[in-house]
């Protein structure tokens, strides 16, 4: 069984280290057996998250300042009208942190489709891409860790945010492709609280993701 807890959405946001804390808090309710697996979603104040893997060329030139996290990735963007999950699910054995990422990607792409999104994959890159009229766009982003064989951090949906963050850093280290919004893709303001129900649902409803 999986559990959706939902927390600050605007105007309510979470600072990203309270975020932090929760999940951490839930994450060893979950490794501990306390708690069912969980799904939180949330939205965060502004900030650049940088993943282990982000290059000291890579963050902005501005001072911005930026949170290292222990996840997966390069760096990234989170603020309003972002839409944040964090999965914190068991994992079987053996763990494969790539079939995860598939999974959270295939979720997402059904979720986006029901708001009229056409996501799909794109090889050797995570997360869930559009394709526009000029460009190849990532809507959401995803960076995990693995700790204790339960999952942490998770994915990002741009729904109503502005870009302009992104044009300040190489986004998930990825410099020949753009980041687009699901408002921006169909033409009408979809915020987080509108895609809530929709991720909510799919996630609740996957019989691999409950099963994993």
Known sequence: MLDVRVEGLSPDLIPYAEGW??????HADVVANRREDTLLLLEHEAVYTAGK???PHERPRDGTPVVDVDRGGKITWHGPGQLVGYP???????VDVVAHVRRLERLLIEALRVHGVDGYRVDGRSGVWVRRPLSEDKIAAIGVRVES???MHGFAVNCTNSLAPFRDIIPCGISDAGVTTVSEVIGAVVSPADL????AHVFAADDALVAA
Do not use: A, F, S
């Open 196 to 199: 809530v129900p929709t991720i």
């Open 88 to 94: 914190i699910l068991r994992l079987t054995e053996p």
């Open 53 to 55: 893997r982000t290059e």
């Open 21 to 26: 804390l929760l999940q951490r808090r839930i």
């Open 149 to 151: 064989g339960v999952t």
